[in-house]
C-alpha cells in the first residue's frame, strides 16, 4: 500500500468473483475493489482456481491462502489484522461463504502450514450466492466444485448452509427475489 494513498491501518476487503467455477468474472473483480478502495478499504482480488483445477478444497485453500498473507503482512499492506472481510458474487459468494463456513478445518491450516486462526475472516458479504444443493441451486457451480460424480461427505462441504456454526464470521447476505441463474432460496437457506 503507496503512504500516499493510505494513512494509518485501513480494513481489508477481500474480492471472491463469481463465474460459475468455471472462470473469474470481471465486472465482478477490480470494480469492487475500487469501489471499496474509495471507501476506506484496502482491496484484494482473488482469481482463484477455477475449472477443471476448482475441485473441492482448491479454491478454498485460495481464499484461505489469501487472508493468511494479508494478517500476516497487515503492516506492510497497511491493514487492520482484525478487519479483514470478504465479499463474493454468485460462484464467488459461495467461496465467502465457503471460507466463512470453514475456515477452521483441519486440512486447510495443515496444508497451508499455518495457524487455522490466520485463514478466519472478520466478515463477509454474500452476493447473490451459490449456497447449497438443498434448494434449487445453480448446478454448474456444484458440477465444477465437486464433481459430477460426487459422495455425501463431497456434498455436506460443499452445502454451506449445512455448515454455519458458532464459528461461522458474521455476514452480510443480500440476493433478488427474480435472480433467474441463482435462486434467492440459496441465500435464505444460508441466512
Not at 478444497?57 to 479483514?84: F, G, S, T, W
Not at 487455522?116 to 441451486?137: D, G, M
Not at 464470521?169 to 434467492?184: K, Q
Request: some cysteine.
Amino acid at each position: 500500500a503507496s503512504p500516499e494513498l493510505t494513512k494509518g491501518r485501513r480494513p481489508a476487503m477481500v474480492v471472491f468473483p463469481g463465474g460459475g467455477y468455471q472462470f473469474t468474472s470481471d465486472r465482478e473483480a477490480e470494480p469492487i475493489a475500487s469501489a471499496y478502495f474509495a471507501e476506506g478499504y484496502n482491496t484484494f482480488t482473488v482469481r482463484y482456481i477455477t475449472g477443471d483445477r476448482a475441485k473441492v478444497a482448491n479454491p478454498l485453500l485460495d481464499a484461505a491462502a489469501a487472508i493468511a498473507h494479508i494478517r500476516q503482512n497487515a503492516e506492510k499492506y497497511c491493514v487492520d489484522p482484525d478487519k479483514i472481510a470478504v465479499i463474493g458474487f454468485s460462484a464467488g459468494g459461495h467461496l465467502a461463504g465457503f471460507i466463512a463456513t470453514q475456515w477452521h478445518l483441519p486440512f486447510v491450516s495443515g496444508k497451508l502450514g499455518v495457524d487455522s486462526e490466520l485463514c478466519k475472516p472478520n466478515a463477509a458479504i454474500l452476493c447473490y450466492p451459490v449456497v447449497t444443493q438443498n434448494v434449487p441451486t445453480h448446478e454448474g457451480s456444484f458440477n465444477y466444485l465437486l464433481g459430477f460424480e460426487r459422495n455425501d461427505e463431497l456434498n455436506h462441504m460443499g452445502n454451506l448452509d449445512e455448515n454455519v456454526d458458532e464459528r461461522t464470521c458474521p455476514c452480510f447476505i443480500w440476493h433478488t427475489a427474480t435472480d433467474e441463474a441463482v435462486p434467492v432460496a440459496n441465500s435464505l437457506a444460508f441466512a
